[in-house]
């Protein structure tokens, strides 16, 4: 079926496109009346999702840019000890309710009664020990192990009862829980079968083509109200935006994800077709490995920070849909964003300066890119060797395959494309993507003082003095680090009309946090 529907969309795209659009020319946030209408069940919501991936498996620990594992596995079959709610608050899920000791070392989590798995079984502690112990360890592969590294012991106390140890304080640990790898299966001797797909979630799995689709039917005695409208969810991989838009637009899928910018400004005038654009932490970033010539010069990396124009980027790449961002990860949507922390103005003298620092007459390098990276990443790092070239610095961008891109390049060639969702909270990111050790630390970036930074600040618990060290972290990243991250960008979708939804989206991640599934319905 997928494979049909794939040939179908490809032959009538480009004939269809323009007639389907029509005229218009602002985004639609959050509006038509349909979606306050109340909630009701029934119906199959089909999703048309990019970021396939032909080698995605049901082991939460590897999931990384399949969507539809996010949207399916996260989303619909398995729940969290916490979720963080469409209106970006932390709240228990699994968990009835949590509490830190004063130290924020060890914390308690107390679970729900009368919660059952798809297969009939009583969710207990031990699930809960067992799927999070998946994560730990020091064979881990696992893409959660920096979430998880700072547990010291974690045990049940009964059964409805988790303790966790930490090795230091970490006032942000519960919002870590909310991770998409955290999901609890149910434990069998202190180990989780994930190849069975049983969780405790709204839905059950009915259909499944590796990295193409998934079918998914509301199971009977859902344990959380007022959730899980749908009788089905089906979600189909469309890497093409093209295809996506057309599919939306003709009726053929229910919503999408990844919109195409520069299109859905035509949209206003219609009335089947609602667009939704949610603020988050999305950015679009080119990493560079710190330890690889010429990149491990801080200032052959200041030179490149300072030949972007970040404004272009902003209206020419992202159609205004987003901000201007300034080589660190943090957005104005975080907690503890440093706003004295101004964006680099393009300056091309600047970037020579610091050139002529290194003692090289010019500079050449290459710049590996495929739209796989993100929406518009080849455009993007075209615009980028233009406005480099003024500064006397030339970007060849190498064109690389969309097939295979993020297990061939990405972390592979030492200059390249690549976006990240952003994180809820400043240590997260950063644990995640900068520190020393971490796994994906795509610039091989090491900073004594900011790893020192970074543990500290995790256990600090004065509120100033936290947001003091996370803005020295930012300043580090921006000025010294391996990263630049010329804008974050706005999600972007675009729904059927008869789609509701309630009256905020998640700016954690794409389609409401990857919730949609179980948070909308039809009205």
């Known amino acids: 079926m997928t494979e049909n529907f794939h040939a179908a969309i490809s032959r009538r795209q480009f004939g269809r496109m323009a007639a389907a659009l029509g005229a218009g020319a602002a985004l639609l946030p959050f509006v038509g009346g349909v979606a306050r209408a109340e909630p009701k069940s029934g119906g199959r919501l089909r999703i048309g999702a990019s970021g396939t991936n032909a080698s995605e498996s049901w082991d939460p620990a590897t999931w990384g840019v399949s969507v539809i594992m996010g949207l399916g596995g996260f989303g619909c079959i398995y729940n969290n000890l916490v979720e963080i709610g469409s209106d970006g608050v932390l709240k228990p899920e699994l968990a009835e309710s949590y509490e830190a000791a004063p130290d924020a070392k060890t914390w308690t989590f107390k679970l729900r009664s009368g919660v059952t798995f798809s297969n009939g079984k009583t ?20 893409s959660a192990k920096p979430i998880v590294d700072g547990i010291a012991n974690i045990k049940s106390d009964g059964s409805n009862t988790v303790v966790i140890e930490l090795s230091s304080g970490n006032a942000d640990f ?55 409208w749908f009788d089905e969810v089906e979600i189909i991989g469309i890497d093409d935006v093209a295809a996506r838009m057309n599919a939306v637009l003709t009726g053929e899928v229910d919503v999408i994800s990844n919109a ?57 790449i992202l159609n205004g849909h987003g901000k201007v961002a300034n080589d660190q990860p943090i957005a104005p949507a975080n907690r503890y964003f440093n706003a004295d922390l101004p964006a680099r103005a393009y300056d091309p003298d600047k970037a020579k300066f610091h050139l002529k620092k290194t003692g090289a007459g010019g500079l050449k390098v290459d710049l590996h890119a495929a739209d796989a990276a993100f929406q518009g990443a080849l455009d993007t790092a075209v615009l980028f060797s233009e406005q480099a070239s003024k500064a006397g610095i030339n970007v060849n961008v190498v064109r690389e395959p969309n097939d295979g891109y993020w297990s061939n390049v990405w972390t592979k060639k030492p200059f390249v494309m690549c976006f990240w969702q952003g994180r809820p909270t400043e240590d997260w990111m950063f644990s995640q993507v900068y520190a020393a050790d971490a796994p994906w630390n795509d610039t091989h970036w090491k900073n004594p003082k900011f790893n020192k930074l970074l543990l500290e600040a995790r256990s600090e618990l004065d509120d100033a003095k936290r947001k003091q060290m996370y803005g020295e972290m930012q300043r580090l990243v921006s000025d010294d680090g391996g990263v630049i991250i010329p804008m974050f960008a706005n999600y972007v979708l675009v729904r059927r009309a008869e789609v509701a939804h309630g009256p905020s989206l998640s700016s954690v991640s794409e389609l409401d946090g990857m919730k949609c599934g179980e948070r909308w319905w039809f009205a």
């Open 260 to 316: 195409d910018i520069a299109t859905v400004g035509r949209l206003k005038a219609r009335s089947d077709v609602v667009v939704d654009e949610v603020t988050g932490t999305q950015q679009f970033t080119m990493p560079m490995f710190t330890d690889t010539a010429p990149f491990n010069n801080v200032d052959v990396r200041l030179a490149l920070k300072y030949a972007i124009d970040r404004d272009e980027m902003v209206q020419k």
């Open 174 to 228: 519960a919002y870590l829980l909310s991770d998409y790898h955290l999901v609890v299966g149910p434990a069998d001797n202190g180990k989780v079968d994930w190849s069975a797909h049983i969780g405790t979630g709204g839905y059950t799995l009915a259909e499944y083509d590796v990295g193409n689709r998934l079918l998914l039917k509301r199971r009977d005695g859902y344990w959380k109200p007022n959730a899980a």
């Open 123 to 142: 969710l207990t502690a031990d699930d809960v020990v067992a799927s999070i112990n998946h994560h730990r360890g020091p064979d881990s592969k696992s």
